[in-house]
């Protein structure tokens, strides 16, 4: 459609275009279908006298009702939609970011969650900033329901990145409503208002126009929230349907109603004052039918507006029953802000406001519509649908077809019929929206709703994101893959595995089809699982099998999730058959695993799971393989079977299995065909369909079909049991057979069979350096690997497929292993050619070998040199020779001649020859012997092999060019070349099918020679025993030569070829234990041995008897004297017994000696073999009760060493014995054991695991016969002890580290006994613990495990405390204390202690440093005091206290009983205790100076510039206790009045006067002493006396009662200070007034502040105690205050230039950078012209440092094109560039100053400044530039002066 502005020009009515013929005059039927883009038609004006100037659309004209002018009724399109347009939308969706909104005609748009309302966003701005939940904010959810109807406007239509439409929508009133004013408001107006904020009596609502309050009182609101039912209350952000009950104050205060039947009963009517600029959609109108056409109605409203009603808003029932001047009622759907055309629609649900649009029932979504009828069509919008039911359906113009070429106008005529689906459903129109999409109509999903959790869906990547993948489903179904959930392992780089686009096959994990959410996984083991997916908790029946995965692994165990959230734990004792001490090592997240159910609560949601599966083991090899539909044989992996080529593909063959009769359908890939590339191609290439392949090996049947191989190599590996099953039989150093993955830049993945696959890296992969990794290798070559890592928790391996490393290090055995298979290979094919034999080309490749005479004829020289010939021999074959086979003959063509094979290329249907003589001359036959060494001449080189002629005979041989399968990369240097001569061995002489000898080349002639370095750690027999065929069969007795002695091992020459092994335990009959049997054996000796079974070459397996191989294999010999001359039975492999029986035959407890082989670090074991083919491990702690030993067991037990060992079981794999060196150790109550730290909890204890996987508990009370500070300081996670069990109940085990329990003979004293029970406990015991908590009814102190004691806060410390902070800070849990038993009540387990220090005799635990009062200060006092004592202390008191009334009332404190003091004690007294509530202060007061010292409740104190320090620890003189002496003497008296005095002895008086003139001199002492801080009023009074005009000490002294919190002494001490300070020291008075502001600002009010200000003023120079308060102001935050303040300095000191730019300091601190400049403005209008450039200048410093930089260089530009020569202004603009510019704008700026024309001095500054810089900053060439430029100045200026 055509944009509105087009479509409605100015009129109502438009004319419709003749597209070349002339205007018809019946068009109304015409109009169906032609709907085109109107040119611009004739503009109307019409004016009324209400409205002058505005210009109404849509007006009905009635001059004008020519049918010329057709109303365009085409339904909106996106492309109508403008910023502005007003809408009438239903909520479709709600989601936490976003409503999603139905608009008119199938569109749809969204409103963000910031565009709701402004109190709304501004609640979640706090939120955002706080970064915490703000209480009030309600999610959209909690407010919003689908169907509600909601006004919108468009903010925005953009394209969307996959390049829809995007329409951007809000309902925050002030943008729907803007086309309101308060003098437009109206009783009866409906309009959209937002809850903005809840009151006690109602509401305050948004409507958006400014200057009009809203209110909405809570009774109009109750029958709403009732019927809304989303909480007691309206909430911020809400959206209401508002009625105007009442309009006052001219608009200014409005009072709303939301009450359902009054908003439902509303009409908008002429008296409401509607105009087209503030219409709304929503609104219902009475509107009158002006003209009825078949797609539309046009209707005028409130008396002068006209509208529009297209054909899918009118009334379905009414249908074409309208007529003109018809009264209806209406509803506005949108209001264009530019075109002003109104559209309205009919339908009832809308005629109601507040109403909401009938639903779509549920099952109708996405149904399959056989046929539904065409009612109308639009060529802008699409066709209009009646479907089956009689509903009214559209479809948009995209879905009409699949392509836009595709699309036929034809087939939409009215009444055509389509079969079409229901692909949602637009509320805005209660219409449903098709597609006719073929591939929409057959699709699986259309909706989220249609995806079921377990689904295998397939998508595209979307996008890769740190959360996963995004992938799209079908175009409205997007997925999300977890990042966990990209593979099998965790991906670190998923980039480099998928690309955008990519197709990927997944499995639905969760789908929330409520929140369109779909989580997905890739893992291929989920995606590709046959067991049952478990989605809900009541399908998990027990006994259930199923995959799921790890989400956590923990010490007790594993959680594993299922799918739609489903998890469950596997306990620590259901992870493994061995117990597993940490399983957070074995397992990892996201790890796939198979699980069973063992129980399951699907009301608590609780399902307990196992990873033990069955009970009865399964067999190795034959894992569970799923049959599939035609299939019911299972093949497992290294299964042999032959089959039968079906069909031949571009990379492989379809084959059926014959033993099968050929139902069972393989695949063979082409790369799996043969161990030699060169083969592979071949091979497929010379199969035909209905060939037959012999011995074809499984390989595994994952997915779809079985996979088959035929690589030599790789079945033998199989066969001979050299492979690995499970990724936990993988072991460093082992070799295996695999075949190239894949190859990538930075590596090379090589597969194995049974699916493990390890990655070999570009550095490991050749000897030799590698630039390309496709140089080295190609997909599905064969390859031997050397494990060099593993990594346990993501199950990856590392290979090395270095030559040096894998090979054997006999190369010329290898590399003739390889060419004899590919001879054997390539005879294979002759005959499979020979049997078909029907084709000429078939047979001449058969009969053509190596060595062969062909008589030639020559057809063809090129001009490299060599020739084409034809032959009878070779019909249907290219004949060539090269250049050098030639010889020296020059040939031309047809000439004949004679030529020798060399090498028949069957791929590609070339036989190479030669013609040289030395080649076809006959020789005398020469007998070569077999390993006999010869010169020879390369004549031909192949892909694998080269042809040589023998020197001596000119016989043929071939000789391998690889010398081992990893061999695969030459450098051209190292190539052989034609002509070459090499020597090479000969290793067959007899004639063959072949035509060529079979030879290797002499190693010691070959460039590279690589040397096998074995490591003794490797898994293998150290040096390579060749399998030798040999006719040994079991028992047979044999001599040999001891050839070398290992630890576990002895080798032994039998005869000249073969080689066989004795094992440690077949040496002695009796093996002392730490002995090393294999040690009593020399090189060289002869020994007389048994055979007792065969060993494998390549695996080290054991063979039995029967095993096919075992001629091949190297026998293992005893020469143990019983087994020389016991029986047969005896020995190893009876009849070939699997592992499992083997093991079977050692019971649990059963005593054994193994031989330790090595400790495997990483697993923490000690691997040890107790026969040839038996192998066991002992765990760690298993190994010995001696830490020593276990802390270093790699040093204490030696390779091939005998030890005792008794058995505990076998391992997981059923591969291993478990054993143990210590016994089976029954953890029961008194035993001893070794144990390691698993877990440390701080002041709780430790957590160890113990032997056989348990864990036990260690209190901090069992760690030591003494306690310690730092109990657990000694102890990290990994630490060998020994412990002593306590108990062991319910599988909870209490241990003990005390030595006198693990050592009960030692004698070592035991400092702090164990505490079993309160038995143990007596009163007056002086016992030793940790506190455990401080609450309010005292403190809990632990004594041990079980038994808590509790100290009373008076037994705590002899001070009295009010904040209990104070002992949390000195009491902190975990402190070692002593105490005292006071009390102990058995009856209630109860123990009552003290911490005083008279109980325990240790020091107090709060410092007397604090000053407390005590709480036993009056009790000594009574306590025999006499008249003489108060006699003294009258005496005493008269002398210190100095005659000063004031102070003498301060000193003087009331009677005080054991409470603390009241205010009008002392100030020390109070100072004390002020200390104690809040020990900061003490702290600052002492360390900060001038810092404000924080009240109670947190307000700063006053400032003081250099503050004096409360020394903590006064070590002079303990003046707090003196003070508090001498500041309580009347209480004294009057104490001593009410207390008898006891009668004292003579010795005691004299005693207690010694006493009192100590006190005396020390209180002198201390007065006198300099260095003394002020602690009390007298002595600040002192201070004060000595220097009056001092304002730091009257301000120390101000500080001092304020640190007491005594408000009113420190303003009495500020205006003593004021009545003292001398008139003439101003600043000291100042001072003092500074104070007292900051005083009353802090503690004071407005009011007592201004009284202060105002006073200060008169006293001071007004404008410093103006700029004093400013800074006092800001420095508290009173920013409202202090901007207040400074508006009154500029109208009273406006030619203050220091005003100015402090208020422009002020404002710039806080962020407001556009007020300074229009500061700027005014202050260059009040100061005098001469202060202009000073005042720029230093605004645009001030901006550098708090505003806009680029702003500020603005100003300095400026100020410096005006005054170009102010010299100073550029020194600061240099010098602030230096500091905040880059170097380029400072160097600009030097360069204009050096170009200036300043006096000489001047420019000799600049250009000092410049080189200065560059000398500092830049380089030499810069600091040469300056200086040229210096001189060429200079010269400038001598040759002016010249001149």
Same mark, same amino acid.
């Given at each position: ?1472 205790? =002020?200390?104690? &509530?809040?020990?900061? !202060? /003490? $702290?600052?007061?002492?360390? @900060?100076?001038? #810092? *404000?010292? +924080? %009240? ?29 002496? =001498?500041?309580? &003497?009347?209480?004294? !008296? /009057? $104490?001593?009045?009410?207390? @008898?005095?006891? #009668? *004292?002895? +003579? %010795? ?47 301000? *120390? ?247």
């Amino acid at each position: 459609m055509a944009s509105m502005e087009e479509n409605f020009p100015r009129g109502g009515t438009q004319k419709k275009p003749t597209e070349g013929k002339k205007a018809k005059p019946k068009i109304e039927q015409d109009n169906l279908f032609d709907v085109h883009h109107e040119e611009q038609t004739q503009k109307r004006k019409r004016s009324r006298g209400d409205q002058g100037k505005q210009k109404k659309k849509f007006k009905p004209d009635k001059t004008a009702t020519s049918k010329d002018n057709v109303t365009n009724f085409e339904p909106l399109t996106v492309e109508a939609l403008c910023e502005g347009m007003l809408l009438l939308g239903c909520i479709k969706e709600v989601s936490d970011f976003e409503l999603v909104i139905s608009l008119p005609n199938g569109l749809s748009g969204f409103v963000p969650v910031t565009q709701i309302s402004d109190a709304y966003s501004k609640m979640l701005s706090e939120q955002v900033a706080e970064g915490e939940l703000v209480e009030d904010l309600n999610s959209l959810s909690n407010m919003y329901s689908p169907g509600t109807l909601v006004r919108c406007i468009v903010i925005s239509v953009e394209k969307s990145a996959d390049g829809r439409q995007s329409v951007k929508l809000s309902i925050n009133p002030k943008k729907v409503n803007k086309g309101l004013n308060t003098s437009a408001l109206a009783s009866g107006m409906l309009l959209s208002g937002l809850v903005s904020s809840v009151e006690d009596h109602g509401y305050l609502i948004d409507i958006g126009v400014s200057g009009t309050n809203a209110f909405l009182p809570r009774q109009k609101a109750q029958s709403y929230i009732k019927s809304v039912k989303k909480g007691p209350d309206l909430k911020v952000g809400q959206n209401l349907n508002c009625l105007i009950e009442e309009v006052k104050n001219e608009g200014r205060i409005v009072r709303l109603s939301i009450d359902r039947s009054e908003v439902a009963a509303s009409l908008a009517t002429e008296r409401q004052n509607w105009t087209l600029s503030n219409l709304l959609p929503g609104l219902v109108v009475k509107a009158r039918v002006q003209k009825v056409a078949p797609l539309g109605i046009t209707l005028s409203f409130l008396s002068s507006f006209t509208g529009i009603v297209d054909f899918m808003h009118m009334d379905p029932k009414k249908s074409m029953n309208y007529s003109p001047n018809q009264v209806v009622k209406a509803c506005i759907l949108s209001v264009h802000p530019t075109s002003k055309v109104v559209r309205l629609t009919l339908r009832q649900a809308f005629l109601h406001a507040g109403g909401s649009p009938n639903q779509l029932s549920g099952d109708r979504m996405g149904a399959v519509v056989e046929e539904s009828t065409v009612k109308a069509f639009f060529k802008q919008f699409g066709a209009i649908f009646e479907l089956d039911d009689g509903s009214l359906a559209f479809a948009r113009l995209k879905h009409l077809s699949k392509t836009r070429k595709s699309f036929k106008p034809a087939a939409f005529k009215t009444g055509c019929k389509h079969k079409c689906r229901i692909i949602d459903y637009s509320l805005m129109d209660e219409m449903c929206i098709l597609s006719l999409k073929y591939q929409i109509i057959e699709a699986q999903f259309l909706q989220y709703q249609d995806v079921h959790t377990g689904d295998v869906v397939k998508g595209k990547v979307l996008a890769l994101k740190p959360i996963g993948m995004q992938v799209k489903v079908t175009d409205g179904i997007k997925g999300l893959v977890p990042s966990m959930h990209l593979a099998d392992m965790i991906l670190k780089q998923a980039e480099k595995k998928y690309n955008m686009g990519d197709e990927v096959r997944c499995r639905v994990l969760e789908c929330r089809p409520a929140e369109r959410k779909l989580i997905l996984t890739l893992k291929k083991t989920l995606v590709q699982s046959k067991l049952p997916v478990l989605s809900n908790y009541e399908e998990a029946k027990p006994g259930l099998i199923t995959h799921g995965f790890v989400v956590c692994a923990r010490e007790f165990g594993c959680i594993v999730k299922f799918y739609n959230d489903v998890k469950g734990l596997v306990p620590k004792n259901e992870l493994s058959s061995e117990p597993i001490s940490c399983p957070e090592e074995v397992f990892h997240e996201g790890q796939v695993v198979k699980v069973m159910v063992l129980k399951c609560e699907p009301q608590q949601e609780r399902l307990l799971l196992s990873f033990k599966l069955t009970t009865k083991p399964v067999p190795e090899g034959k894992r569970e393989h799923t049959p599939k539909k035609n299939q019911q044989v299972k093949y497992g992996i290294g299964e042999m079977v032959d089959v039968k080529v079906l069909k031949k593909k571009e990379n492989g063959l379809e084959v059926s299995i014959l033993e099968d009769e050929g139902k069972v359908i393989a695949s063979l890939p082409t790369v799996y065909l043969s161990d030699f590339v060169v083969n592979c191609k071949l091979l497929w290439h010379c199969l035909q369909e209905g060939d037959v392949l012999p011995r074809v090996m499984c390989l595994n049947d994952k997915g779809e079909h079985i996979i088959l191989s035929r690589k030599s190599a790789v079945i033998s590996a199989v066969q001979e049991e050299q492979v690995v099953r499970s990724f936990s039989e993988i072991q460093p150093g082992m070799l295996l057979t695999g075949y190239v993955r894949n190859v990538m830049p930075f590596g090379v993945f090589v597969e194995f069979p049974f699916g493990l696959t390890g990655l070999a890296p570009k550095m490991s992969m050749s000897d030799k350096f590698v630039t390309d990794t496709k140089d080295h290798f190609v997909v599905g070559q064969t390859v031997i690997a050397k494990v060099m890592s593993i990594d346990e928790e993501k199950q990856r391996v590392l290979l090395n497929l270095k030559v040096s490393e894998c090979s054997s290090g006999n190369s010329a055995v290898e590399s003739f292993a390889l060419l004899s298979q590919y001879f054997k290979e390539v005879k294979e094919i002759r005959n499979l050619l020979r049997r078909r034999g029907e084709s000429s080309v078939a047979r001449s490749l058969c009969e053509l070998v190596p060595g062969k005479e062909l008589q030639l004829v020559v057809q063809d020289v090129k001009e490299d040199g060599s020739a084409l010939f034809s032959s009878s021999g070779a019909t249907g074959l290219t004949v060539t020779a090269t250049r050098y086979h030639l010889g020296d003959k020059s040939i031309v063509p047809g000439e004949k001649a004679k030529g020798l094979v060399l090498h028949v290329d069957a791929l590609t249907s070339v036989v190479y020859v030669s013609l040289r003589e030395e080649l076809l001359k006959q020789r005398a036959k020469q007998r070569l012997t077999e390993n006999s060494q010869h010169s020879a001449i390369v004549q031909h080189i192949a892909e694998e092999f080269a042809v040589v002629s023998l020197l001596e005979t000119g016989q043929l041989a071939a000789i391998p060019i690889a010398s081992h399968f990893n061999d695969t990369f030459r450098f051209d240097s190292e190539k052989l070349k034609v002509g070459q001569t090499v020597s090479v061995t000969l290793k067959t002489v007899k004639g063959n099918d072949h035509g060529v000898l079979l030879a290797v080349q002499d190693p010691a002639k070959k460039n590279v020679v690589f040397v096998r370095i074995r490591k003794e750690s490797e898994s293998a027999l150290e040096e390579t025993l060749t399998a030798v065929k040999h006719s040994l069969s079991l028992g047979d007795i044999v001599t040999g030569t001891v050839k070398s002695v290992k630890p576990t091992h002895v080798t032994v020459a039998i005869d000249d070829k073969l080689t066989g092994s004795i094992h440690a335990s077949r040496i002695l009959d009796e093996v002392p234990i730490d002995s090393f049997p294999t040690y009593t054996l020399k090189a060289g000796q002869k020994v007389t041995a048994r055979v007792i079974g065969g060993r494998d070459v390549n695996t080290h397996r054991y063979l039995p008897i029967t095993h096919p191989h075992f001629t091949q294999s190297v026998p293992e010999l005893s020469i143990r004297p019983s087994e020389i001359e016991g029986q047969v039975a005896t020995m190893l492999n009876l009849k070939g017994d699997s592992a499992l029986k083997k093991l079977g035959l050692y019971k649990v407890g059963q005593t054994v000696t193994c031989f330790v082989k090595k400790y495997n670090t990483l697993k923490n074991w000690l691997e040890v073999e107790v026969t040839p083919d038996i192998r066991g491990r002992v765990p760690h702690l298993l190994l010995s009760l001696n830490t020593k030993v276990l802390k270093h067991p790699e040093k204490n037990f030696k390779n091939g060493q005998a030890l005792s060992a008794t058995v505990t079981g076998t391992d997981v794999t059923e591969t291993n014995l478990c054993l143990s060196l210590t016994g089976i150790q029954s953890l029961e109550q008194g035993i001893i054991t070794v144990g390691t730290v698993a877990k440390v909890t701080p002041h709780v204890g430790l957590t160890i695991t113990l032997p056989g996987g348990k864990t036990g508990k260690v209190s901090i009370f069992h760690l030591s016969d003494t306690y310690t500070e730092k109990p657990l300081g000694d102890f990290r996670i990994g630490k060998i002890v020994r412990c002593y069990i306590l108990s062991n109940e319910n599988g909870k085990i209490q241990l003990s580290l005390r030595q006198s329990r693990l050592n009960p003979k030692s004698s070592n004293k035991v400092e702090d006994a164990e505490i079993t029970c309160i038995k143990d406990v007596k009163k007056g015991q002086l016992v030793r613990g940790y506190i455990k908590s401080v609450t309010p009814s005292g403190v809990f102190f632990g004594l041990s495990t079980s038994l808590l004691g509790r100290i009373l806060f008076q037994n705590v410390s002899p001070y009295f405390v009010q904040k209990h902070s104070l002992y949390e800070r000195y009491l902190p849990e975990g402190k070692l204390l002593t105490a005292k038993v006071l009390g102990v009540n058995r009856e209630e387990n109860h123990v009552e202690l003290s911490l005083l220090p008279e109980d325990t005799g240790m020091p107090s635990i709060l410092p007397e440093s604090l000053g407390l009062p005590r709480y036993d200060a009056e009790e000594e006092r009574k306590e025999g005091e006499e008249s003489e004592k108060r006699e003294e202390i009258k005496k005493l008191k008269t002398k210190r206290t100095r005659g000063n009334s004031a102070s003498e009332q301060e000193v003087k404190p009331k009677k005080r009983k054991i409470r603390p003091a009241d205010e009008n004690d002392s100030g020390i007294e109070v100072y004390c205790r =002020e200390e104690e &509530e809040d020990d900061q !202060e /003490e $702290e600052e007061a002492a360390k @900060k100076k001038s #810092k *404000q010292v +924080k %009240k109670r409740s947190e307000a700063p104190r006053l400032q003081v510039s250099t503050g004096f320090t409360w020394d903590e620890d006064m070590n002079t003189v303990d003046v707090p206790v003196l003070s508090q002496k =001498e500041s309580s &003497e009347s209480e004294e !008296e /009057e $104490e001593d009045l009410r207390s @008898k005095p006891k #009668k *004292q002895t +003579k %010795k005691e008086k004299e005693l207690e006067k010694e006493k009192m003139e100590k006190e005396l001199c020390k209180l002198e002492a201390a007065l006198m002493d300099p260095s003394r801080q002020p602690q009390t009023a007298d002595d600040f009074d002192r201070l004060v006396l000595s220097s009056p005009n001092s304002s730091i000490l009257w301000l *120390q002294y101000m500080a001092f009662h304020l640190q007491a919190t005594e408000i009113e002494k420190a303003r009495a001490v500020a205006e003593r200070a004021l009545k003292t300070i001398s008139f003439r020291e101003e600043q000291e008075k100042l001072n003092v007034w500074v104070a007292l502001l900051n005083l009353e600002n802090m503690y004071g009010t407005e009011e007592t502040l201004m009284k202060v200000f105002e006073r200060a003023v008169q006293y001071n120079e007004p404008l410093k105690v103006f700029q004093h308060l400013c800074d006092i102001y800001a420095n508290s935050e009173k920013y409202k205050q202090a901007e207040e303040l400074y508006h009154t300095m500029l109208k009273r000191f406006r030619q203050e230039k220091s005003v100015w730019l402090k208020y422009a300091s002020f404002l710039l601190k806080q962020g407001q950078t556009e007020a300074t400049h229009r500061l700027l403005e005014r202050a260059l209008k009040a100061l005098p012209t001469k202060e202009h450039v000073d005042v720029i200048s230093k605004f645009a410093q001030l901006e550098f440092r708090f505003g806009d930089p680029e702003h500020a260089k603005a100003l300095f530009e400026s100020t410096l094109s005006s005054y170009p020569k102010r010299t100073d202004i550029w020194s600061i603009y240099m010098d602030i560039m230096i500091k905040h510019g880059s170097q380029k704008e400072v160097r600009d700026i030097f360069e204009r100053v050096i170009h200036l024309s300043l006096a000489p001095k001047r420019m000799k500054f600049f250009f000092k400044r410049y080189l200065d810089y560059e000398k500092k900053y830049g380089t030499t060439e810069t600091v040469l530039a300056v200086k040229t430029a210096a001189l060429e100045y200079v010269e400038a200026k001598s040759s002016l002066a010249e001149s």
